[in-house]
């Protein structure tokens, strides 16, 4: 018997892990294709790192107006939810589980993702940090304020994420709120979040729908 607590089996949640080694999200870079969607390679990634007993995987956009980052998946799409089925069979057959991380990065966008249109976030806040675009690193912009209509929106987009990464095959989702995301920029007050308490009431929606997603299991 392994003497090792850290290489001994643990429960979480539904599951049960055979060590308690989690695999945090690396972002990888290596989605060239137009659909976002995961490749062999990522298969082929994820089943070697498999002897932990979950990983998480790298950071996965949750619907078009969420890009951006170059060369990261999705999982808005049958094509992306296709690509990470076989991602999970893989890491499966080794033995392990995985989660999937659910991301909108906001304001870290570029417009070069979106044919020169603004990316959105909390408010016209320019988080002075740098964008990774198909051209290489490029300064941020001043973002466009989201509508209540689009916040409304981005929590859909979320929802529909965690239900294709059920599909998908992942055991879990786990939500990217830290750094200078999306949901952080509405938590930052200030520097990135300048709405009014009023308008502040339409985005706890955001904020609350991140709480539900992290923790559970969806499995």
Known sequence: MNSQ???TPVRM???ELRNRIVMAPLTRMRVSNAGHAPTELHAEYYAQRASAGLIIGECTEISPDAYGWADTP???STEQVQGWRRVTDAVHQKGSFMYAQLW???AMSHPDFFEGALPMSASAVNPEQESVTPSGRKPTVTPRPMSKAEIRQTVTDFGIAAKNAREAGFEGVQIQANYL???A???????TCERTSMEAQSS????SSSRSLRWSLIT
């Open 5 to 7: 607590p850290l290489l």
């Open 13 to 15: 949640g539904k599951l």
């Open 74 to 76: 999705g999982l808005w």
């Open 104 to 106: 909108h990065p906001g």
């Open 181 to 183: 995301y999306l949901i």
């Open 185 to 191: 920029q509405f938590l930052i007050v200030p520097p």
């Open 204 to 207: 706890t929606a955001l904020v």
